[in-house]
C-alpha cells in the first residue's frame, strides 16, 4: 500500500514510522505546511517532502493519514476522499456536528475506506475491559477521568479556533471510549470552566448511558503529565474493573474473591497505546476494501458527543438529550 502522510509534527512523524513499520506499506510522501518538517519526516524513510495535500495526493497514494491541527481535519478529509483516495484520520473527524455529517456523506457516496484514530479501542488495556464486558460483567455506574497534558504542546491545542476547543482534542478519546465500552449515550450534563487557558480546560459531566449506567467523568488540560493521565472505574454487582492509564487492569469479580491485576507496562509505546494495531487494522482493511476500525459513523456519534457536552455547558449543566444523526440506510 502507497500512504501519503498529511502533517509532520509530534504524531505525524509518529504515524510515519507506525505505517512503515506495517510489511507491505510504503509511506510515499509526507506533506506540511513547515517544509523543514516535511523534508525531516520524509527523508526519514526514503519519501517525498511536499507542501501541501494537493502536492501529495499527486503522488497517487492509496490512503492519506491526516495529522495536521483538528480544524483542517473535515476539508481535508474530503479532499482525499473525492480524488477515490481512502483516508485515515486523526481524532476528532471534525469540529462541528455539520462537519462531521458532511465527511460521513462523502465517505458513503464515494465508497472509499475512512478510519479515526481512536487508538484507545486497540490498546490492550482497553481490550482487557471490554472483553470482561462482553463476557458478562454489568456496570451500573462508575468514574472516567483523564489529564493528558499541557494544552501548549503543541501550543495550538489552547486555542479553540484551531482545536475546535479543549473537548473536542482530548476529551473526546475517553468519551467514544465510554460508548464503545458501554454502548450509546442517552443524556449529558456537563459543567466547564476556563482555569489556566482561555478555552475551557476544566469540565465535569454526569452520563447517562441507553443501558442505565450512570457515570461521572472529569477531565482538565493543565495537569501536565501527571500519572495516571486517565482511568475508568466501572462498578457491577460487587464487582469492580478498574484502569490506570494505559499499564493496568485490575477486576474484582464478586464479594470475597480477590482482585486480579493485568499489568501492562512493558509493552513497547506503540503497542501499548494501540497505535501500532489501529494502523495493522486500517492495512488490512484497505487490502480487504472493508472497514475494520472506527468508522465514520464511530467518528460522528463522538463528534455529537462533545457537541452535546458544549451545548449543556453553555446552559451551565442543563440536561442534553443525545438524538442521533439518521443515516440513510
Ligand atoms: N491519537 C492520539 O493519541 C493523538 C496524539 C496527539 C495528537 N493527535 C492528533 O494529531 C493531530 C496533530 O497533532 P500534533 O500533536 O502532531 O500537532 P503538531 O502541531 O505537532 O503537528 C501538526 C503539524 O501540522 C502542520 N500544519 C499545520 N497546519 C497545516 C496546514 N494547513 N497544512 C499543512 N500542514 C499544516 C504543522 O506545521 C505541524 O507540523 C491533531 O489532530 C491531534 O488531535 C492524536
Not at 13 to 22: D, K
Not at 107 to 135: D, H, K, M, S, W
Request: one cysteine or more; proline letters at 6%; glycine letters at 10%.
Amino acid at each position: 500500500m502507497r500512504i501519503g502522510v498529511y502533517g509532520a509534527g509530534q504524531m505525524g512523524a509518529a504515524h510515519v514510522r507506525h505505517f512503515s513499520a506495517v510489511p507491505g506499506t510504503t509511506v510515499v510522501g509526507v506533506a506540511d505546511a513547515d517544509e523543514q518538517r516535511a523534508r525531516s519526516a520524509a527523508a526519514a524513510i526514503g519519501a517525498t517532502p511536499c507542501p501541501d495535500l494537493d502536492t501529495l495526493l499527486e503522488l497517487r497514494p492509496d490512503a492519506v493519514v491526516i495529522v495536521v491541527p483538528n480544524i483542517h481535519h473535515a476539508a481535508a478529509s474530503i479532499a482525499a476522499l473525492e480524488r477515490g483516495v481512502d483516508v485515515f484520520c486523526e481524532k476528532p473527524m471534525a469540529t462541528t456536528v455539520e462537519d462531521a455529517r458532511r465527511v460521513l456523506r462523502t465517505v458513503e457516496r464515494t465508497g472509499c475506506l475512512y478510519q479515526l484514530g481512536f487508538n484507545r479501542r486497540f490498546a490492550p488495556v482497553y481490550i482487557g475491559v471490554r472483553e470482561l464486558l462482553t463476557g458478562g460483567v454489568g456496570v451500573f455506574s462508575g468514574t472516567m477521568k483523564m489529564n493528558d497534558g499541557d494544552m501548549r504542546t503543541p501550543a495550538w491545542f489552547s486555542d479553540p479556533k484551531i482545536s475546535g476547543g479543549f473537548m473536542y482534542d482530548t476529551a473526546i478519546h475517553l468519551l467514544d471510549l465510554g460508548r464503545w465500552l458501554l454502548g450509546p449515550v442517552q443524556e449529558v450534563r456537563c459543567l466547564a470552566r476556563s482555569s489556566c487557558y482561555p478555552d475551557q480546560d476544566d469540565a465535569v459531566m454526569l452520563l447517562r448511558f441507553t443501558s442505565g449506567a450512570l457515570v461521572a467523568f472529569s477531565t482538565c488540560g493543565h495537569a501536565t503529565w501527571t500519572a495516571p493521565l486517565e482511568r475508568v472505574e466501572f462498578f457491577g454487582d460487587h464487582a469492580a474493573i478498574v484502569t490506570e492509564g494505559f499499564e493496568r487492569l485490575t477486576y474484582t469479580p464478586a464479594r470475597d474473591q480477590p482482585a486480579v491485576t493485568r499489568d501492562f507496562s512493558a509493552f513497547p509505546v506503540p503497542e501499548r497505546l494501540g497505535y501500532a494495531q489501529e494502523v495493522r487494522v486500517f492495512i488490512e482493511a484497505m487490502g480487504r476494501g472493508q472497514a475494520g476500525g472506527p468508522t465514520a459513523e464511530d467518528a460522528l456519534r463522538a463528534v455529537e458527543f462533545v457537541a452535546a457536552c458544549y451545548r449543556s455547558a453553555a446552559t451551565d449543566g442543563a440536561p442534553v438529550r443525545l438524538v442521533p444523526y439518521q443515516l440513510d440506510r
